[in-house]
Nanobody, 127 residues
Framework: QVQLVESGGGLVQAGGSLRLSCAVS????????MGWFRQAPGKEREFVAA????????LYTDSVNGRFTISKDNAKSTVYLQMNSLNPEDTAVYYC????????????????????WGQGTQVTVSS
């Protein structure tokens, strides 16, 4: 059974950085396209970033483009989200998700495309 476990969240001041990790167990992360979503209080879960199964294609939502970087380490079966220049609007619970199989170069943006989800990690950015 596939399990996704996020870590690395916390409290940071505006302008700071955090790196989120998502450890994938059950099958190697190279089997999946991966993504990060976030959900702020009172808001719907929104797409943040995705990386293709092959690891060479990435996609970001406009609000984080240039500040966040998604990457994957197949040897460690882990996906990362490096978050720089954080601002209070980035405060949310961040979720890691996996697409089972999928095209080698495809990056999934829709919530409904993902098959597995982690439990989430809280990121709080103070002003």
């Amino acid at each position: 059974q596939v399990q996704l476990v996020e870590s690395g969240g916390g409290l940071v001041q505006a302008g700071g950085s955090l790196r989120l990790s998502c450890a994938v167990s059950g099958r190697t992360v190279s089997s999946y396209g991966m993504g990060w979503f976030r959900q702020a209080p009172g808001k719907e879960r929104e797409f943040v970033a995705a990386i293709s199964r092959g690891g060479r294609n990435t996609l970001y939502t406009d609000s984080v483009n240039g500040r966040f970087t998604i990457s994957k380490d197949n040897a460690k079966s882990t996906v990362y989200l490096q978050m720089n220049s954080l601002n209070p609007e980035d405060t949310a619970v961040y979720y890691c998700a996996a697409v089972d199989g999928g095209a080698y170069y495809y990056t999934a943006r829709k919530h409904s495309e993902y098959d597995y989800w982690g439990q989430g990690t809280q990121v709080t950015v103070s002003s």
